[in-house]
């Protein structure tokens, strides 16, 4: 099975910037998509960005402009640099990754355990 851990979260200043980082581990045979979803309290998660093994991406319509999600194939690591932050991006932020294992030739997709974003006005 795979293992995900995010890391970067951090209270910054409305303006500012932070970068998050995700890592796989495990029975990895591929990983096909990688991405980054948040979830802020009282409201549903949501798609924040999302990248595949070929190189495209997309963004929801609210970080367009300001964040740029990257990954590294032969580390199975998958970044998001998020820039001009907002006090509305204030949530907890999950990588999630889209891969098959030894044991499952089938992509299924795992979850980490998130990290807290908090941007202060």
């Known amino acids: 099975q795979v293992r995900l851990v995010e890391s970067g979260g951090g209270l910054v200043q409305a303006g500012e910037s932070l970068r998050l980082s995700c890592a796989a581990s495990?029975?990895?045979?591929?990983?096909?998509?990688m991405g980054w979803y948040r979830q802020a309290p009282g409201k549903q998660r949501e798609l924040v960005a999302v990248?595949?093994?070929?190189?495209?991406?997309n963004y929801a319509d609210s970080v367009k402009g300001r964040f740029t999600i990257s990954r590294d194939n032969a580390k199975n690591t998958v970044n998001l640099q998020m820039n001009s932050l907002k006090p509305e991006d204030t949530a907890v932020y999950y990588c999630?990754?889209?891969?098959?294992?030894?044991?499952?030739?089938?992509?299924?997709?795992?979850w980490g355990q998130g990290t807290q974003v908090t941007v202060s006005s």
């Open positions: 999630n990754v889209e891969a098959s294992t030894s044991s499952s030739w089938r992509p299924y997709d795992y």
């Open positions: 495990g029975s990895i045979f591929s990983i096909s998509a």
């Open positions: 990248i595949t093994s070929g190189g495209g991406s």
